[in-house]
């Protein structure tokens, strides 16, 4: 590559985990590529070895605190396949889905309003003072407390279908342990259409915000991409079960109703010396262009349709803006989120009022199997969670991928993207910094660095020629 | 009662039958001493000392101690309450007890206990040990972190189920329950309905493929603290 200049920015905030980027520079002070580092080990595929396969769904949800039901429901399917549960009753089916919609719709409603909205509603130039969770309670209250009691919506649906609002113990092999009592129900159903109406007013600031800033969005982190995720039998978004769909980026099926058993036969993972995280890529296309994107942009762009009405008609206003073709703007992903978010009421509300939910047939058991592999639209994206487990009941493997891990690629490119237009000379403008955070911000939320939540952003900004030495160094 | 022996707990007076423990008639009259390696169904041990009561300014095991007319046992005192809640933290830390995702949690009496004590975090050092697990056998989990070496497997198996699949080997930190067998659990006579199996208080003994089973919120202890039940009968007698 010659002679290269690194520009370092540590650490990334109001963004899940540890995350340091580099920016490449060359002589000339052009960017020539961009690194997202996740330098955090997880470690959990090695050490619920030995641990008993029930655990399990238990166990893993421990990796998130923001969509913990995400592994515990993955898991748990992987464990199904397990205890032979082909098909679950439609108690269990329907009481895991009701916790997995109030986890999308709190998750999701958590990024939006608690991480993302500063961004938008305040400018990526705002001064950092201002342009936090703080400043949106202080400039817009009535919208903070919407975002607040939209993430507790989601969090009480968890409560009754798990047991409790984070890391809870509802799905076991081959179900779920409750059903849900009329007064759990009458307690949600009081509040969903308030939920509904919010709903609706959260998809109206992402879509309006979109299309009003279309140009500026259409040149940030922008880029022309595959997108996968699961979907319905027939062609339905569904967020808890299907199969495999991958749309190239002009929309033709490359992979479509593909069984995920066996999704080891069309994806691969890269490991790079440079990030603990490894990189998926669809094996005919290879690592160079097999990559693809998940989470809510590529649900919206590879779903036929979606079976609840007021989602459907958001839906078709998104597919309107790109002629039908699939939108590849980073910054659509929070519209589309916000799709699903509106998605996420409607069908709780729907599984609210279905009666299946107080059947008492909770649980069903079949042949046993070594092999099982579950997966699930978490709020990100698409999940992978694989396991076999020998003759003793204990877990000899296991493999996750997460939705962080599928967008590996994608964020990368967004974050190179965003630095070749914003990074030119030396200079590190808080500008370009903010911009970078916004371009991830768009694929992973969460809120591990609270600090820059409550207004201060500690960042280390280092640049290196290319001899090796800092010729400049800033923090804030 | 003609013979009954008169004491008092905590300066409430108690009758009891000659030959009782503290214990014993502690419970029948309500008082709940807290306990870990101590069950009704078996004889009394005295290992753990969570019960550790003062009587005549003595410390006793209120599981093996006898009462005799007129004693003055202290139970509830902050000093007890202390000397408990540190016998607590040393099994916690020199386990491997993994509250959130243990398939015990809310039917762990040492969890419990661990609560009705008011322990927050443990102040010793939390020692890492090694342990195995034996999942050999079809219907039985056997996990060595949470062990608390209490012994009623060991004598479970002896007294109750007539059977002697259980005993302690080695010493000191070495000391572990062990398997009558050359191999592992699995060749050995235990039987998932015996009784050793059902009276561990903790998630060391455990049935397969039940984990979970018990909504949050529906476990023995999530309701109430450990002791309830006994303290109950107070109520009741009232």
């Not at chain 1, 949800?61 to 923001?66: D, E, N, S, V």
């Not at chain 1, 903070?144 to 076991?172: C, D, L, N, P, W």
């Not at chain 2, 005799?68 to 007890?80: H, K």
């Not at chain 2, 949050?216 to 109520?235: H, L, N």
Request: glycine fraction near 8%.
């Amino acid at each position: 590559m010659g002679a290269t200049r690194k520009v370092i920015i540590e650490p990334v905030t109001r963004v899940e985990g540890h995350g340091k980027v580099s920016i490449l520079l060359d002589e000339n002070g052009q960017v020539t590529r961009a690194r997202l580092h996740i330098v955090e080990f997880r470690g959990f595929e090695r050490f619920i070895q030995g641990r008993p396969y029930w655990e399990v769904p238990v166990t893993v949800q421990r990796l998130c605190g923001i969509c913990p039901v995400s592994h515990h429901l993955a898991a748990a399917k992987a464990m199904d396949v397990i205890v032979g549960a082909d098909k679950l009753t439609p108690t269990a089916e329907k009481m895991r889905r009701l916790m997995h919609y109030g986890q999308t719709y709190q998750s999701h409603v958590l990024h939006f309003f608690h991480l993302v909205s500063p961004d938008l509603l305040f400018g990526f130039d705002a001064d950092p003072a201002i342009r936090n969770i703080i400043g949106v309670i202080k400039k817009y209250p009535e919208l903070a407390v919407q975002g607040v009691m939209m993430r507790k919506f989601g969090q009480e649906v968890i409560k009754v279908t798990a047991g409790k609002k984070i890391h809870g113990t509802g799905a076991i092999p081959g179900g779920i342990n409750k059903n849900l009592s009329i007064a759990e129900r009458d307690f949600l159903l009081k509040d969903i259409d308030q939920q509904i109406e919010w709903s609706r007013g959260a998809l109206k600031i992402a879509k309006d915000y979109t299309v009003e800033h279309l140009e500026e969005l259409s040149d940030f982190g922008a880029f022309d991409s595959s997108h996968l995720s699961l979907i319905r039998e027939d062609g339905a978004m569904d967020l808890y079960d299907g199969g495999i769909r991958m749309i190239d980026s002009e929309g033709n099926k490359v992979i479509d109703h593909f069984n995920y058993q066996n999704y080891t036969d069309i994806i691969s993972e890269e490991v790079k010396d440079w990030s603990y995280m490894k990189f998926p890529f669809i094996k005919e296309q290879g690592t160079e262009n097999g990559w693809y994107r998940v989470g809510p942009l590529s649900r919206i762009n590879t779903a036929d349709f979606i079976d609840t009405p007021e989602a459907e008609v958001a839906r078709q206003e998104f597919k309107a803006l790109t002629g039908g073709k699939p939108n590849n703007l980073t910054m659509a992903y929070h519209w589309a989120r916000m799709i699903e978010v509106l998605h996420a009421a409607e069908k709780m509300k729907e599984l609210l009022l279905d009666e299946d939910l107080q059947g008492e047939d909770l649980v069903v058991k079949g042949e046993r199997r070594s092999e099982g592999v579950g997966l699930i639209e978490a709020p990100r994206g698409t999940l992978f969670h694989h396991y076999k487990v020998n003759e003793d009941d204990q877990v000899t493997m296991c493999n996750l991928i997460v939705s962080t891990t599928s967008n590996n690629v994608p964020m990368n490119l967004a974050v190179e993207k965003v630095a070749k237009k914003y990074l030119s000379g030396t200079e590190i403008t808080e500008g370009l910094l903010n911009r970078v955070e916004v371009a991830i911000r768009a694929y992973d939320p969460c809120l591990s660095c609270a600090t820059h939540a409550l207004g201060k952003m500690p960042l280390t900004v280092s640049v290196v020629d290319h001899n090796g030495q800092v010729v400049d160094k800033k923090s804030t | 009662m003609s013979d009954a022996i008169k004491f008092t707990i905590d300066g409430v007076e108690i009758e009891a039958i000659p030959g009782q423990t503290i214990m014993e008639a502690a419970d029948e009259a309500g008082i709940y001493i807290p306990r870990l390696c101590a069950h009704k169904d078996l004889l009394p041990f005295g290992s753990c000392r969570v019960c550790t009561v003062m009587v005549n300014d003595r410390p006793q095991a209120a599981c093996t101690q006898p009462v005799s007319p007129g004693m003055s046992v202290e139970s509830e005192t902050e000093e007890l309450r202390q000397i408990r809640t540190n016998l607590v933290e040393m099994l916690f830390v020199e386990g491997n007890h993994y509250c959130p995702f243990c398939e015990k949690s809310g039917n762990c009496e040492l969890q419990a206990l661990g609560y009705r004590l008011g322990m927050l975090a443990p102040k010793y050092p939390y020692m890492f040990n090694k342990h195995d697990v034996d999942a050999s056998h079809p219907d039985i989990y056997i996990d060595h972190n949470r062990c608390i070496l209490c012994a009623r497997c060991v004598r479970s198996s002896k007294e109750l189920d007539g059977k002697n699949v259980f005993q302690f080997v080695g010493r000191g930190i070495h000391k572990k329950v062990a398997f009558n067998s050359d191999t592992d659990l699995a060749a050995t006579n235990v039987s998932v309905t015996d009784k050793a199996i059902e009276n561990c208080p903790v998630g060391a003994i455990l049935k397969k493929r039940t984990a979970y089973a018990v909504p949050i919120g529906k476990r023995t202890y999530d309701s109430q603290p450990i002791g309830s039940d006994i303290e109950a009968r107070k109520a009741a007698a009232k």
